[in-house]
């Protein structure tokens, strides 16, 4: 079963780690358009900076870090594997990713106080730690038989989703009222805002949501649709 990663090998050890506790995973990772799409069985959008506003019809407003090429590839990625039917998992950014793709937008930069609640922060020895909040998951949901309805999260954010993509529901929500986890109605297409390849297997904390649930969920409904494809 054949996992694409939208970022290079480099920027994404952590999510290669997570993955590699699953069975019959084969991993590429690359920041470019792949010749043939159709032979990977899912993709992962993983974190990262942020995405160019124009493409969700914004004029910047708190946006920075933008690599405009990899927004497009990435965006290219998810309708081309939505239109597949094939699982697509965004973390983070590639949360948000996937909102802009299926044409929603975004907050450029959350207001304060949720802003302080949300982000991250570097020390001078370049380790970055992030915020531990409260989330709130819809119930009857999938989430919820994984997770419960209400369960406390990690979050390395200062964007968020806003006008949610058409064909899209939000199953998880934090105590302040930000997106953390959108999904499709109908395809296997999931975005969580927090950061599951954080806490999870050997990085799990105690009273923080274990990522580890969410990525055996993803993996499962990859191996499904990989053996239905044969």
Not at 134 to 139: D, P
Not at 170 to 177: A, K, R
Request: glycine residues 8%.
């Amino acid at each position: 079963m054949k996992i694409l990663i939208s970022e290079t090998e480099k920027e994404v050890s952590n999510y290669i780690k997570a993955l590699s506790h699953f069975d019959d995973v084969q991993i590429t990772c690359t920041n470019e358009l792949p010749d043939h799409p159709e032979e990977f069985d899912a993709l992962l959008i993983p974190g990262g900076g942020d995405i160019d506003p124009s493409l969700f019809g914004q004029e910047w407003n708190g946006t920075r870090d933008v690599d405009i090429r990899l927004d497009r590839v990435q965006i290219t990625l998810c309708i081309a594997f939505g239109n597949m039917h094939k699982p697509i998992l965004g973390i983070c950014r590639g949360c948000q990713v996937i909102n802009v793709a299926f044409g929603g937008d975004l907050i450029q930069d959350l207001p304060e106080p949720q802003n302080s609640r949300h982000t991250w922060h570097s020390s001078e020895s370049g380790v970055t730690t992030g915020e531990d909040h409260l989330t709130h998951i819809k119930e009857g949901t999938f989430l919820a038989d994984l997770y419960g309805t209400e369960v406390v999260t990690n979050s390395y954010h200062h964007q968020a989703c806003g006008r949610i993509a058409k064909g899209f529901d939000v199953l998880q929500t934090s105590d302040d009222g930000v997106v953390e986890f959108i999904a499709h109605r109908a395809l296997p297409i999931w975005g969580v805002q927090w950061h599951p390849e954080k806490a999870c297997f050997e990085t799990a904390r105690e009273g923080i949501a274990d990522g580890a649930k969410l990525f055996e969920y993803y993996v499962n409904a990859a191996k499904a649709k990989a053996e239905e494809d044969v």
